[in-house]
């Protein structure tokens, strides 16, 4: 499965919850997550889509410890049934 697919049916699915999965592009500093997912509730994430098996460059790896250092859920998803583990953890208190 292509990573397209993948970050579609999560748009779709974080949709269907209500919520937004926001298209992260930040000029000016490289290899930060794919999409931004907002939550009801004020829930807030990242996550970062890959290609089945593929890996985080060490550029995003860098940008998702910086994240997780302030604070931030950072995801990395590389197959669809992961989808609604990082949904549901998102939505945990």
Known sequence: MRESEIERRLAVSVKRL??????FVSPGLD???DRIVLLPGGKVAFVE????????RPLQEKRK???????FPVYMVDRVEQ????LDEICSP
């Not at 989808?83 to 990082?86: H, K, L, P, Q, R």
């Open 49 to 56: 889509l890959k290609a089945p098996g593929k890996r985080l």
């Open 65 to 71: 410890r910086q994240l997780e250092g302030l604070g």
């Open 31 to 33: 290899g930060v997550p």
């Open 83 to 86: 989808i609604g583990g990082v």
């Open 18 to 23: 209500g919520g937004m999965a926001v298209k």
